[in-house]
């Protein structure tokens, strides 16, 4: 089983900074692909940033230059450092990750965590 938490959350004012954080335990033999997701209420659920196991990026618009998605693939921790944040940002952040098992079959598995609450006043 795979389990992803992240952490980080809170509310800030516009133009503030939040650092979420991703962490992936349970019987993983590597990690591909991880990704930040949000969700805002009444939206539906879109991709703020991807980083494969060669540490490409990708951003959405709306986070190119704001956001920077990291990884550290020996705690299996993913990281998204959000700067210059804005009301529109509000949103619950999920981490997303394709997981590399390998008991009692190779094969891969899509994780999700549980959210984490990102709300930004102005």
């Known amino acids: 089983q795979v389990q992803l938490v992240e952490s980080g959350g809170g509310l800030v004012q516009a133009g503030g900074s939040l650092r979420l954080s991703c962490a992936a335990s349970?019987?993983?033999?590597?990690?591909?692909?991880m990704g930040w997701y949000r969700q805002a209420a009444g939206n539906q659920r879109e991709l703020v940033a991807t980083?494969?196991?060669?540490?490409?990026?990708n951003y959405a618009d709306s986070a190119q230059g704001r956001f920077t998605i990291t990884r550290d693939s020996a705690k299996n921790t993913m990281y998204l450092q959000m700067n210059n944040l804005k009301p529109d940002d509000t949103a619950v952040y999920y981490c997303?990750?394709?997981?590399?098992?390998?008991?009692?079959?190779?094969?891969?598995?899509?994780?999700w965590g549980q959210g984490t609450l990102v709300t930004v006043s102005s």
């Open positions: 997303k990750a394709v997981v590399v098992l390998t008991f009692p079959v190779y094969r891969f598995v899509d994780a």
């Open positions: 980083i494969t196991s060669g540490g490409s990026t």
């Open positions: 349970g019987s993983i033999s590597s990690i591909n692909i």
